[in-house]
């Protein structure tokens, strides 16, 4: 069974004159153990997929099935329970709680989900340190630099066993060796079994992914598998 199935799906903003395609007719298929990215230029519609795939908005019309759920058909209870609970999401711009600590971040949609605090605890403790901040737990967003805090959004859609994730450029703000580390976390997130869907300006990071999905203008313009065709990735970065 696909982890992810999109069949179809748009996604329209406005009316009349001011009416917007974000999304036009995209079908895309993620099976357990796959990593994708996703590229295309700007305001392409690569962040409108993912926000569709993880629930957060709906489809103007086709469908959206995580893990043989119809999303379209859940109650605004079950969405939120099938997010929390199958969905790891980075969000482009990380949406991280100001007023809590970086551990507390990572734990709170687990406790959300009915994971005792102190399992929930440990296993935020265990993503940190697999992004290598371990020594940063305590620490506030405010007092870290903008690529921990990025981490710290990665640890957040890492922790427990989330089977989709799905992550917005989850390595603008970081160096290329910690983006790299970052990849690496996600490939190995993939051979555990979870599927991944990357966006990313980066052609080596999308090296890392099994296939690489190219939007423009809304649309699917090509699928590629790991060797990415320069003449695609014109207008890319
Ligand atoms: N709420 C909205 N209202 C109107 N138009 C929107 C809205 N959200 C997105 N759009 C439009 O939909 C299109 C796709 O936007 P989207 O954010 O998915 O692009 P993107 O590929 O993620 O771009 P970027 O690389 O800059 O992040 C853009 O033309 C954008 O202006
Ligand atoms: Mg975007």
Known sequence: MNVLEMRDVTREHGAGQSLV????GVSLAVRPGEFVAVMGPSGSGKS???TLAGGLDAPTSGTVV???VDVGGLRRAGLAALRRRSIGYVFQDLNLIPSLTAVENVMLPRELDGVRARRARR???SALADL???DLAGRFPEDMSGGQQQRVAIARA???DRRLVLADEPTGALDSRTGEDVMRLLRSRCTEGAACLMVTHE???AAWADRVVFLRDGEIIDSAGRS???SLLEGTA
């Open 66 to 68: 995580v893990e043989g």
């Open 228 to 230: 990415v065709p320069e």
């Open 203 to 205: 052609s080596r990071h």
């Open 21 to 24: 395609h974000a999304l036009r």
């Open 132 to 134: 290598g901040l371990a």
């Open 48 to 50: 409108t997929l993912l």
């Open 158 to 160: 890492l922790a427990g």
């Open 123 to 125: 296993e935020a403790l």
